[in-house]
């Protein structure tokens, strides 16, 4: 997914695409249309097979840690100065219009109540991406994983579940949260921080490892659940039921504390001064 506000330009990071590879645009609307539809059809003609559009963005949320940091208000501020050009009138209303300047498909990006998933399956867009922006826009927002949790079994109540797709992204660090994302019914996640750091400490090489780290402990986990194909993931091989309850106790690892030998701690002896 390519984003608005890149290091690197548009162009630059389309023309790196290799072979069939897929590219999408997240959008960040400008409060000029005639811009927001120049991006828009640039980046259909360049070959982009989605657009996202951020929807959970009218304001930036008040980063008080950033603030805090004296070493990293100018990052705060660099960051509000850049976002001011985000339409903070964006609403439900400017959906047709989204649908008469492009033909790929639309998938709002942000969305955080089940209520907001059914009215973007009535309006038409073809998915959402359940997101509380990294827990940076809004003191306790919910997660993206409570939310599909919730989200599904309504959508398949009414009978919506085929007519949109929905996404998870925020707090995937293991293919074991992809798994359960996949299990509730997420037709995918989005993976930023993992390859972040991998990147940054390995460069490309980081990020193939990342990849793979991610497959291998995908394939072993659907090995354990029983399940040979993506299409075998349901909902009755999770257990949700002490998903929405934040004050839970940290799991005790019985293993290392009672079952192993204890390690046994080497013994420090003072060395004894030397007299001269």
Not at 21 to 41: K, M, S
Request: hydrophobic share 40%; net charge positive.
């Amino acid at each position: 997914m390519i984003p608005t506000l890149a290091s690197c330009s548009f162009d630059e990071i389309v023309d790196a695409a290799r072979g069939a590879q897929v590219q999408w645009l997240q959008l960040y609307v400008n409060a000029d249309r005639a811009i927001t539809e120049r991006i828009v059809r640039h980046a259909e003609a360049r070959g982009c097979k989605g657009l996202f559009i951020t929807v959970d963005a009218p304001q930036l949320g008040r980063r008080e840690k950033d603030m805090r940091t004296g070493r990293r208000r100018h990052v705060a501020g660099a960051a509000r100065a850049i976002s001011s050009f985000i339409d903070p009138s964006l609403a439900w209303a400017d959906i047709p219009w989204f649908r008469s300047i492009t033909s790929m498909p639309i998938v709002l990006k942000g969305v955080q109540r089940v209520e907001d998933v059914v009215k973007a399956a009535e309006c038409g867009v073809q998915g959402v991406v359940l997101s509380n922006h990294g827990g940076r826009q809004l003191d306790f927002a919910r997660s993206a994983v409570e939310v599909l949790a919730e989200t599904m079994p309504v959508l398949r109540s009414m009978g919506l579940e085929h007519k949109l797709e929905v996404y998870v992204d925020g707090g995937v660090r293991r293919a074991t949260d992809i798994l359960k994302a996949l299990c509730l019914g997420a037709k995918g996640v989005g993976i930023g921080r993992p390859f972040l750091y991998a990147m940054s400490a390995y460069g490309f090489d980081g990020v193939d490892r990342a990849m793979q780290l991610l497959r291998d402990e995908l394939e072993m986990g659907m090995r354990l659940i029983g399940c040979t194909s993506v299409d075998q993931l349901n909902p009755s091989l999770i257990d949700t039921r002490n998903l929405g309850s934040h004050i839970t106790g940290v799991p005790v690892d019985s293993l290392g504390h009672k079952v192993y030998d204890a390690l046994a701690t080497p013994a420090w002896k003072t060395p004894k001064s030397s007299k001269l």
